[in-house]
């Protein structure tokens, strides 16, 4: 009896594997497709691939394992095309630097002292006869003082400095080897185009992976693009605009020596220069912990003036010109003569206009014989749209390409001199 | 009170004088103080900008969470320039103002500031924008196909816009005789056309809806209707 019950245990058991197995493959072969569309996915993406498949399915394991060689096999594929490149820009690098004569990325600059000093300058000819004689600074060749329009100062000591301006580097050997000690090498400009040309590699490294160089050269952007700002903002901005206007006399000594100072409305300026001093430091408020609250008046203040410009320059600038300059002659003449290329130009221009407006504004359902003329109508601004954007999508691809085209110049131009269309190397 | 009621006084004061400083000729010269104020705030905006990176770096420098390193970066870069900039180091002499040292030039390719430009941050943005090609090349590859009259529009217009303004147009097309009844045929004069015409046509309908709606948006900010930034503390 109990020989018969572990025979028939047996059979079941049999019967069971044998059931697993024949559902096992075509699960195991969709796993494994499943897999194999993951493992693409991650190549095309250039992540590190980690391939998940369920537990226990061999057909998923010999996919994984197909797909992760195919893998490493692209990826020493693209490390060697990298490796052979990187070569290629090595070998070319040394043969511009010491082979070739001219070598590569020099900046030239030509120096020359120029000396300033302080002159009382004669009004002009012609000037209204209460116009008095102006203090300057002019150089000491000026034709002014060569011609006695303008007559030195001795009390006042005069100011020598080097004005520097670049040179192209043919000019600059020539003039060298005639003996023109004024022209130099620039060591800091040509530093700067080996700069500029670590920065540009850096960037374009991205191309290939999110690497350690890109990020460094990301952070530096990151640094010098807000302190860039933020210097524009204080000396165009905050100096003129505010500290002017605070303390007029000290910034004119100091920094805006030709800033006009009117005294009559030196208190008005004054008092309605405190308001956004107080403003600003509500608004740096927001850096502490405790105040940040206040930094939503001059928050406001920003919100409130920004809406009130961008209503009337909007309502102005955009809806009332667009709509004006849409307004054409649909049946456009020259001369009494009809422009037939115009006119339906005009036509095209109107009905466009009007259809895309009717997309963007008169959503009601397409149902009923207005309603269908409404839908037909909105379709062909929905063409209209669509040729603009890929009008718009067509000029972007260009403007990108022309900036690409002028990084590839800088490289094989400026830094390598591989390139010289304008024959100054 | 003053964290509600005062901030959209203020956002309605403010937006309402620039709006009847247009309307009114009297009342111009409010508009005018109102924006110099305004360009003022923007100015101390940068500064808070500037402030913010120096408080983010700062922490993830002192507490070494990953990827400080790349953070001592921006703020050495971020120092330096400011250096630059701020104190007008090395700043060229004014030619009309040479006993004026403040009256400097420091935008000049010859100043620290200006070399920092020059060589620093131009290179790197205009390859951070010419990079664009390549993804905006792959992405325009990768999606777009020609399944349906729209999709077709778009394409179409985008290689035409594409091949007219290149060589490609004369050498494509160029076969066609400029003063023949088919020169509208010729891409070169395609791609003027349906700048001229279609896209301006689209152009000018999202032109004049993007006004009405920033229109609707600056009422809905000057009438306190719209409050949604009151609530960031």
Known sequence: ????????????????EEERARRGSPVDSQAESRVESRVESHVESHAESRIGSPAGSRGASRGQMRLSTRHTRMRRARTTVWLILFLAGGIGLAYNALVRPNGMAQVYVERGEKVYVEAVVAPPLGAPSGEKAATKWLPSDDAALIDGRAVANSAQPSIKFTETRGIAPRIARERRTAGDTNVTLSIVDTLGVWIAAFFTLAIFSFLWRDNPVYKFAE????????????????????????????????????????????????????ILALVPLILGFMLLMRLSPKGGWISVWPLAFIIGTTAGLKFVAFIEGDLMAQASNTIAPLVALKEGQLQVGDSIGNVVLLFGVLSVLTYFFFSIEHKGRLGTMVGKVSRVGIWYLMITFGAAFGLTVMGRITLLSQRLEFLFGDWLWIIDPANIR | MLKRTVPLFITGIAGAILIVAYFSPATTNWGEVVTDWMNTLAAVAFILGGGNL????????????????????????FVLTLAFGVLKIGAVPNAQFPATPWAGDYE??????????????????????????????????????????????????????????????????????????????????????????????????????????????????????????????
């Open chain 1, 1 to 16: 009896m109990s020989a018969l019950k572990f025979q028939h245990q047996a059979q079941r058991t049999r019967n069971a």
């Open chain 1, 219 to 270: 952070s530096v952007l990151v640094g010098v693009s807000a302190a860039y700002w933020m210097t524009l903002g204080y000396w165009s901005t905050l100096v003129p605009n505010l500290f002017a206007k605070l303390a007029p006399e000290a910034i004119k000594s100091w920094s805006m020596p030709a800033m006009i100072i009117d005294p009559s409305e030196q208190t008005t300026q004054f």
């Open chain 2, 54 to 77: 120096l408080f983010v770096n700062l922490e993830k420098i002192s507490s070494k969470r990953p990827g400080w390193a790349y953070a001592l970066v921006t703020l050495l870069a």
């Open chain 2, 108 to 233: 000049s390719v010859r100043a620290p500031f200006g070399w920092v430009y020059e060589y620093v941050l131009s290179p790197l943005t205009a390859t951070m924008f010419a990079m664009l090609a390549f993804y905006v090349a792959s992405a325009a590859f990768r999606a777009f196909r020609a399944k349906n009259i729209e999709a077709i529009l778009l394409l179409g217009t985008a290689f035409v816009i594409l091949l007219g303004r290149t060589a490609a147009a004369a050498i494509l097309t160029g076969w066609i005789p400029v003063d023949g009844p088919f020169a509208f045929l010729r891409l070169d004069t395609l791609a003027v056309n349906i700048m001229q015409y279609v896209s301006t046509a689209g152009t000018r309908a999202i032109m004049m809806g993007i006004a009405l709606g920033i229109a609707a948006t600056s009422l809905r900010l000057i009438l306190g209707i719209d409050r949604s930034y009151l609530v960031s503390d």
